[in-house]
């Protein structure tokens, strides 16, 4: 059976660079946003190109956000009205 880490499901978007992402962000012990960051940024030629470009400034506004203590979650931000 082939390793997880040897194949891709749905694409080949990542499976042509030198090192994955995954093994990037878990080398460099990142958390989630810097992660997804890393993740678009390789793959945004490859797949959606300034889709995957404004999803990587979302990111980094997100990660702003936190940086600068706003600790608010989704959740706490829009609560579903019941």
Known sequence: MMSA?????GGKHY???KIQPY???QANDLNYL???IIK???RYKDKNGIEDLQKI???CELEIERLNGNKQTYIEKY???Y
């Open 15 to 17: 499976k042509d660079h």
């Open 79 to 81: 609560p579903i009205a």
């Open 23 to 25: 093994e990037f962000i």
């Open 40 to 42: 678009y940024i390789v």
């Open 5 to 9: 880490y040897k194949k891709q499901i």
């Open 57 to 59: 400034i979302h990111y």
């Open 34 to 36: 810097q992660g997804v």
